[in-house]
């Protein structure tokens, strides 16, 4: 099989920041598609423009298309489970981000 679909690693509890970053990624897909092109290029990191925090930020929630979102979210909910039931919520926010 090519993609894991379990694991033999404990999990404590209910993965409440791996869910939450997904809810925020899929809803920031959602909104920044829904913008103009030109707004919508101003939220992504581009070469050569200079440090933009807020670009550094919003990047991270950024996808080119559904394929890519579902293919990172799926990443994030079978790396993210363990990594959060290992450290925590609270480590794995920052940790994340």
Do not use: C, D
């Amino acid at each position: 099989m090519l993609f894991p679909y379990g694991t033999n690693a404990p999990i404590y509890h209910w993965p409440k920041a791996t869910v939450g970053l997904i809810v925020a990624t899929v809803f920031a897909y959602v909104w920044v598609g829904g913008l103009l092109g030109a707004q919508r290029m101003s939220y992504g990191l581009e070469f050569g423009r200079g440090l933009h925090p807020l670009q550094w930020f919003a990047s991270m929630f950024m996808h080119t298309s559904v394929i890519h979102l579902v293919g990172n979210m799926i990443f994030l909910w079978i790396f993210g489970i363990l990594i959060e039931g290992k450290l925590g919520p609270v480590k794995f926010v920052p940790l994340y981000v």
